[in-house]
């Protein structure tokens, strides 16, 4: 069994928790995420890494509006679904926007169907274990609502914020599993 290692770290959104197999970044959430949590440490052990370090110079770019140009190595582990979606994540440039139907077309033509749910899609986002650094939060709803972020709906607006998407056509829920 390989050893889990974390560190919490303080941001401009509040605690974060980095967490390692040691050599790749394996979890990135904020302190109330809906997903992830202390649970997800228990057996880990408080340490200073390289790859935190990396991750932090990469979160303090981002904080301060600029895209990152740090390269943290990453590692993530799910269903071939849940890694499929992540990986298409990754390609969503700092500040762009996409929606979970557009993904779901993505994940369709790779895999060679007619259609993909937007909905399974949507839960394989939820589940991403890299938040910020894989930007789950640049997926919106296809009538432009800000549907669902593990780490608050607050969050998910301050991130795009940072980066300056267009948010004029945006609206935000007010009731619903989305906040």
């Known amino acids: 069994m390989k050893i889990l290692y974390y560190k919490k770290i303080s941001s401009p959104l509040g605690e974060i928790t980095l967490r390692s197999d040691g050599e790749s970044l394996t979890g990135l ?4 995420d ?4 202390d649970k997800d440490i228990q057996d880990a052990q408080n ?57 779901a077309c993505k994940i369709a033509a790779q895999r060679g169907l007619a259609r993909m749910s937007a ?38 607006v301050r991130l795009l914020e940072i980066e300056k998407a267009d948010m004029s056509k945006l609206t935000v829920p007010t009731k619903g599993t989305a906040l």
């Open 29 to 32: 959430w904020f302190a109330d």
């Open 34 to 37: 809906k997903h992830y949590g």
């Open 47 to 103: 340490a200073e890494l390289p790859v935190f370090a990396l991750a932090e110079k990469w979160l303090a770019e981002y904080f301060a509006g600029c895209e990152p140009k740090v390269n943290v190595p990453l590692q993530f582990t799910g269903s071939d679904f849940q890694e499929s979606v992540w990986k298409i994540l990754q390609k969503i440039p700092y500040g762009s926007l996409i929606t979970y139907g557009d993904i």
């Open 119 to 156: 909905q399974a899609v949507g839960g394989a986002v939820g589940r991403n274990p890299l938040c910020i650094i894989i930007p789950c939060h640049r997926v919106i709803g296809a009538d432009g609502s800000l549907t669902g972020y593990g780490g608050g709906m607050w969050r998910k």
